[in-house]
């Protein structure tokens, strides 16, 4: 049984969008933002990459991606603080992130798109798999710390349109707020 979720008026909802990178984060966001925005009022969608390029941050070791971590954090809550929702898709492979979320955003939706390595890497899904000497790399050189309690899981195994996955995430963002 899903709990619904009380949702703080006049804040905006942070939809925390995380797993490997290739998972199909990014696609799924852009396929429920409409949606999001129709349900939900003002929303931002924002990739990990997108504020790697905004940033000019291209630092891969785990102490930076930590660092970077922290930016992720305050930008959400600056967001969401203004009573804009936020669709975030990064890796945000830490716990200590999350942790951070929950205690400092009021409106937190925590979302894993669980996918395998295995396929990621088979499927061609991420073209930094297959690259050399580009530093670390979340479920190769660091290891991930997968979400313990996320308020929705989605396993992607690619055998599915991601337009059905879409609307089976949007279904189960509906069933909790």
Not at 70 to 81: E, G, L, P, S
Not at 97 to 119: C, G, H, P, V
Not at 136 to 165: A, L, M, T, Y
């Amino acid at each position: 049984m899903t709990m619904k979720k009380k949702i703080i008026k006049n804040k905006g909802i942070l939809f925390w969008i995380t797993g490997l990178s290739g998972s199909g984060k990014t696609t799924l966001s852009k396929k429920i933002f409409k949606n999001v925005v129709k349900s939900y009022g003002p929303t931002l969608l924002i990739s990990g990459d997108d504020l790697r390029e905004i940033f000019s941050f291209d630092k891969f070791n785990g102490k930076e991606r930590k660092i970077l971590a922290k930016k992720y954090c305050r930008y959400a809550k600056f967001i969401t603080d203004q009573n804009i929702n936020l669709i975030f898709a990064a890796v945000g492979m830490f716990n200590s992130t999350r942790t951070w979320y929950r205690k400092n955003i009021d409106n937190y939706i925590e979302i894993y798109i669980k996918a395998s390595l295995q396929d990621i890497i088979l499927l061609k899904k991420k073209k930094i798999y297959h690259r050399k000497n580009i530093g670390d790399i979340v479920g190769i050189n660091i290891k991930p710390e997968f979400p313990q309690k996320p308020h929705i899981i989605i396993n992607n195994n690619f055998k599915k349109n991601s337009n059905v996955v879409a609307k089976e995430l949007f279904n189960k963002i509906k069933k909790i707020i």
